[in-house]
């Protein structure tokens, strides 16, 4: 069961937003708070348990999430854009349509996670687990997935254009339709049967076990992750 809100947290949250953005929520238990639709721009909630917690249609841009627990959260429709998720663990966490451009999910736990149709351009997911995710028509252009898991995931329709998939695992994930034009899979493991990865365009592939990428991103582009994998602490 779903721990209900204790008085003294609910109270935080009807703070004022420039109060609630100051307070101290590191390591606090707000397992299944209901916060849809609030704003929380900019909030440190590093190593908070969110634990099925409700944020759909939250404001979390540029928000500090680092090692929190959102296992089984509603983030559906949030914007996480600019936000620090480094550690942070979103297993079965809901984030259909959820706006992640730009966010920092080095090392995050994104096993099993609902993520159809989210926008994740620019986002830096070095070493993450997406292993068995929905990635349905997500958007990766110019991600960074550099030793990433995302075995078993169903990237069907996902647009991989420019994606640094530098030693992911890819094996028995679902590719279909999947654009990779550009994309960087040196080192990485993929099933030597997908027909999506053999027959992608403007792709070189050598030295993964069947393909690689020697396309790079934009000068532009490489600053932008640079700097999300710097400024997330």
Excluded at 91 to 106: F, G
Aim: charged share 15%; net charge negative; hydrophobic share 40%.
């Amino acid at each position: 069961m779903i721990a209900e809100e204790s008085p003294q947290n609910a109270q935080n949250w009807n703070q004022p937003v420039d109060e609630v953005q100051t307070s101290d929520f590191v390591g606090a238990d707000f397992s299944g708070v209901n916060l849809s639709d609030h704003n929380l721009f900019n909030i440190n909630l590093n190593g908070a348990n969110f634990r099925g917690a409700n944020f759909s249609g939250a404001n979390l841009s540029s928000a500090k999430l680092g090692g929190t627990d959102l296992r089984e959260a509603n983030l559906s429709n949030v914007t996480l854009s600019g936000a620090c998720l480094s550690r942070a663990n979103l297993s079965r966490a809901t984030l259909n349509e959820a706006d992640l451009s730009l966010a920092n999910l080095s090392s995050a736990n994104l096993s099993q996670a609902n993520l159809n149709r989210a926008n994740l351009s620019c986002a830096y997911l070095g070493k993450a687990n997406l292993s068995k995710a929905d990635l349905r028509d997500v958007d990766f252009s110019g991600v960074n997935l550099i030793d990433a898991d995302l075995s078993g995931a169903d990237l069907s329709g996902a647009n991989l254009s420019l994606a640094n998939l530098t030693g992911a695992n890819l094996t028995g994930a679902n590719l279909t339709g999947v654009e990779l034009s550009g994309a960087n899979l040196s080192g990485a493991s993929v099933d030597s049967s997908n027909s999506e990865i053999s027959s992608a365009k403007n792709t070189e592939f050598m030295d993964a076990d069947i393909s690689n990428t020697n396309s790079s991103l934009p000068w532009e582009a490489q600053n932008i992750l640079s700097s999300i994998s710097k400024n997330c602490e």
